[in-house]
């Protein structure tokens, strides 16, 4: 009698091969500075299908002085991985730590505005690069009390982060917004309030669509790793295991429980270890990666492999790919205003609420200031901006330059943006360069 055979699903040989064929990514963060070692680009190149800037796409790296972006080495990671088809995700567009000296020493509405402009610039900057940003990193606080960490950033008042994640979404429509950090692997205070804050987003249209689980892990997995992941994922929200790395003896075994429980989540689309070799690892002497000093492959890489290889009873979604190098058009062309200047906006709504962030260009000549007018409909009133000043909240707005950026090149471009209630549809700004 004839037998139906069924094939068995192909056994990948590579850490990206075999997540692709379970419709993940598998990734690593990667140093700019080591992608001219050999032993390194090799291993990137034939493990990984996703990237992670270590450091160098945070706001010290990114941002040094204020309102001057240097992206030089975040673009070699980026240009690294999408001439190989790899998939980017960005991090940290706003955290607690590297911070740059400047912002550090700012508070309160200083600091809120020049936290929102640093996430539209770098958002706006990587926009059809990343497939998913940490666009909030660590925010909440170690122990029992479920709340927030103390910083900077959380003193210019409890909304800060999602007006984070509205000025992300306007800046990059398409990208993945997450919010990530860790002790959050199991079930725990620290995890409940940030799945308390993700449930409450969701509930109020704030745009948020992916949590990540740094997993930095010391020879075991929290016994309720997988409940965890499941539980962020029923609430609607990709989770992304983002920065895994496992110290400890145990660590062969620890690394295939974390892939198992990343599989059997439909909604778990990725993992990212934290470094290639032991050598690489932020966690000096711990020795917690995939690959020893000399890129050969550990005990750990072989049990995830297999991990990778053998579970998996869900199919998500595909995983990310390159988009097309060309950013598509999210905002309608500039009107001229009456000066040398114009500018454009771009509107994320919401019942009820509105984030615009708008574009301020120069013309054929530099312009030292500028004036941007931009009437608003009945029923809609500003409630918070950044990086311009306002004359009114209500019906016709005028907004004009800080003083860090009223000086715009030719041709050159600088924004600021602004929060608002009620309905809006579309915006019409003109533009007066002094
Ligand atoms: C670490 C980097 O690996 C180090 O090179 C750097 O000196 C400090 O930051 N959580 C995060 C990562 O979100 O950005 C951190 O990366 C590790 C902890």
């Known amino acids: ?130 497939h998913s940003w940490d666009v909030v990193n660590e925010a909440f606080a170690d122990g029992s009390s479920g709340g927030r960490r103390d910083s900077n950033l959380q003193r210019t008042g409890n909304d800060w982060i999602e007006v984070a994640f509205r000025t992300a979404r306007a800046a990059d429509p398409n990208a993945k917004l997450c919010y990530n950090d860790y002790n959050t692997d199991g079930i725990n205070a620290k995890s409940t309030g940030i799945y308390n804050m993700v449930r409450d987003f969701k509930a109020r249209g704030v745009p948020i669509d992916c949590v ?50 990343c599989l059997a989540v439909s909604r778990c689309t990725g993992i990212t270890v934290w470094g290639i070799r032991d050598s690489d690892s932020w966690r000096t002497g711990q020795n917690p990666l995939l690959f020893d000093g000399s890129g050969n492959k550990k005990p750990a890489y072989t049990s995830t492999l297999d991990a990778l290889n053998g579970g998996g009873t869900t199919v998500p979604t595909t995983p990310p790919t390159t988009p097309p190098s060309t950013p598509p058009a999210t905002t309608p062309p500039p009107t001229s205003g009456p000066g040398g200047c114009t500018a454009t906006v771009s509107l994320d709504t919401w019942t009820d609420g509105f984030v615009a962030t708008v574009t301020v260009t120069a013309g054929a000549s530099a312009i030292t200031s500028w004036r941007v007018t931009i009437p608003l409909p009945s029923g809609a009133t500003v409630t918070n901006s950044w990086s311009a000043t306002t004359t009114g909240t209500t019906g016709t707005t005028q907004w004009t330059n800080v003083s860090y950026n009223g000086t715009v090149a030719a041709g050159q471009s600088t924004g600021f943006g602004f929060q608002g209630t009620g309905t809006v549809t579309g915006l019409n700004p003109t533009c007066t360069a002094g």
């Open 212 to 261: 990540g689980l740094q997993s930095h892990l010391s020879n075991s997995v929290p016994s309720d790793y997988q409940a965890n992941i499941q539980r962020f994922a029923d609430l609607g929200v990709d989770v992304q295991i983002t920065e895994l790395d496992i110290s400890g003896s145990n660590q062969a075994n620890v690394y295939a429980s974390v892939t198992r429980a």
């Open 1 to 130: 009698m004839a037998m139906l055979v069924t094939a068995p699903a192909s056994a990948g040989t590579t850490l990206g091969a075999s997540a692709a064929e379970k419709g993940r990514y598998f990734g690593t963060a990667v140093a700019a500075h080591k992608l001219s070692d050999n032993t390194y680009v090799t291993i990137l190149n034939r493990e990984f299908t996703s990237v992670t800037a270590e450091n160098e796409m945070k706001w010290d790296a990114t941002e040094p002085s204020r309102g001057t972006f240097t992206f030089t080495n975040g673009d070699r990671i980026v240009n690294h991985a999408r001439q190989r088809g790899m998939a980017v995700r960005g991090h940290a567009l706003l955290w607690h730590a590297q911070q740059p000296g400047w912002a550090q020493s700012l508070s309160g509405s200083a600091l809120r505005a020049a936290a929102m402009n640093h996430v539209t610039q770098v958002a706006t900057y990587y926009r059809g690069k990343i």
